[in-house]
């Protein structure tokens, strides 16, 4: 079984700052890449920011220099951090992670968080 759970959203002011977190638990061997995603009500998901194993970033461009995602091998965590935060940035935020697994064979599947809840607003 596996288990992927994002937290840190919430209600914050335009300017304002909030971290995110996604932890991945369970029966994989490693993780390559990760992804932060969001979708506004209306609107198609779109991908925020991905890091891959080897730490090299990618970033949305309406959020370049305001977003930074970074990740935690050892503790299986990809963050999202967010600052300057504009009301157009309200929206539900998911993260994605490629997880590698060797039993029954080498395969890579895509696992997706449940999503939380950033809402930019004064």
């Known amino acids: 079984q596996v288990q992927v759970v994002e937290s840190g959203g919430g209600l914050v002011q335009p300017g304002g700052s909030l971290r995110l977190s996604c932890n991945a638990s369970?029966?994989?061997?490693?993780?390559?890449?990760m992804g932060w995603y969001r979708q506004a009500p209306g609107k198609q998901r779109e991908l925020v920011a991905e890091?891959?194993?080897?730490?090299?970033?990618k970033y949305l461009d309406s959020v370049k220099g305001r977003f930074t995602i970074s990740r935690d091998d050892p503790k299986n965590t990809v963050y999202l951090q967010m600052s300057s935060l504009k009301p157009e940035d309200t929206a539900v935020y998911y993260c994605?992670?490629?997880?590698?697994?060797?039993?029954?064979?080498?395969?890579?599947?895509?696992?997706w968080g449940q999503g939380t809840q950033v809402t930019v607003s004064s």
């Open positions: 890091i891959t194993r080897g730490g090299r970033t």
């Open positions: 994605n992670l490629e997880l590698n697994f060797r039993s029954p064979n080498w395969r890579s599947d895509y696992y």
């Open positions: 369970g029966s994989f061997f490693s993780i390559d890449d």
